[in-house]
């Protein structure tokens, strides 16, 4: 028996291999939604994994849910919007992502700008992985974990303590600055979220 082909003569076929496609797209989940278990020991790289892992946690509850009127808000008239804040974070997840194993951060001309719901993926899934870079990584190991910013054939190169002070600290300082701006806004984050346990609380 042939298999049907999905073709523009079989627009049944067709519909139902994209809503099939579609409804997968949508399962697969982001990470943090729960904070991962913690590494065996508290080598290094376990210890570095462990905040990008509290940062991500953080991170997608500050961001769950928000709305159009959440993203526009800005405390100020000078300060900076609710999705400004996010493409700054989204900017420096690249970041974190590039320092665990040194590579280079070329800054972009016109940077493309992300609808929320992608800019939000793409921030969770940097964080993981780059989490997941730096499971294991013994202290010898950081000495190939730089932030390394390049411009042209000019480098400039830092050991990764400047990311722990720096582009990491300043991320879990803005996902605080989401969740209050959301709260002003009239949407708090959910009651629930333990980010001491890293889940949610039962009801």
Same mark, same amino acid.
């Given at each position: 028996?042939?298999?049907?082909?999905?073709?523009?003569?079989?627009?049944?076929?067709?519909?139902?291999?994209?809503?099939?496609? /579609?409804?997968?797209?949508?399962?697969?989940?982001?990470?943090?939604?729960?904070?991962? #278990?913690?590494? #065996?020991?508290?080598?290094?790289?376990? =210890?570095?994994?462990?905040? =990008?892992?509290?940062?991500?946690?953080?991170?997608?509850?500050?961001?769950?849910?928000?709305?159009?009127?959440?993203? #526009?808000?800005?405390?100020?008239?000078?300060?900076?919007?609710?999705?400004?804040? *996010?493409?700054?974070?989204?900017?420096? /997840? &690249?970041? $974190? *992502?590039?320092?665990?194993?040194?590579?280079?951060? $070329?800054?972009?001309?016109?940077?493309?700008?992300?609808?929320?719901?992608?800019?939000? &993926?793409?921030?969770?899934?940097?964080? &993981?992985?780059?989490?997941?870079?730096?499971?294991?990584?013994?202290?010898?190991?950081?000495?190939?974990? #730089?932030? $390394?910013?390049?411009?042209?054939?000019?480098? /400039? &190169?830092?050991?990764?303590?400047? *990311? $722990?002070?720096?582009?990491?600290?300043?991320? =879990?300082?803005?996902?605080?600055? =989401?969740?209050?701006?959301?709260?002003?806004?009239?949407?708090?984050?959910?009651?629930?979220?333990?980010?001491?346990?890293?889940?949610?609380?039962?009801?």
């Amino acid at each position: 028996m042939r298999t049907p082909v999905a073709t523009a003569k079989n627009p049944i076929l067709v519909f139902f291999l994209f809503l099939s496609l /579609s409804m997968s797209a949508q399962e697969t989940p982001l990470p943090y939604y729960e904070i991962p #278990e913690y590494p #065996e020991d508290f080598g290094p790289g376990n =210890i570095v994994s462990r905040m =990008i892992d509290g940062l991500g946690f953080r991170y997608y509850w500050a961001t769950e849910g928000l709305t159009q009127k959440d993203l #526009e808000y800005k405390p100020s008239e000078s300060g900076r919007a609710c999705i400004e804040t *996010l493409r700054h974070v989204h900017s420096m /997840s &690249k970041t $974190i *992502l590039n320092a665990a194993d040194g590579t280079p951060n $070329i800054r972009q001309e016109n940077p493309p700008e992300y609808a929320f719901a992608e800019l939000r &993926k793409q921030t969770l899934e940097n964080f &993981k992985a780059a989490s997941t870079k730096m499971l294991g990584k013994q202290a010898a190991d950081f000495e190939n974990a #730089e932030v $390394i910013f390049q411009n042209g054939e000019r480098q /400039s &190169k830092y050991p990764y303590w400047n *990311l $722990i002070n720096g582009m990491l600290s300043d991320c =879990i300082y803005h996902a605080g600055q =989401i969740t209050l701006m959301r709260r002003a806004s009239g949407n708090p984050i959910n009651p629930n979220v333990s980010v001491f346990n890293g889940r949610l609380r039962n009801n």
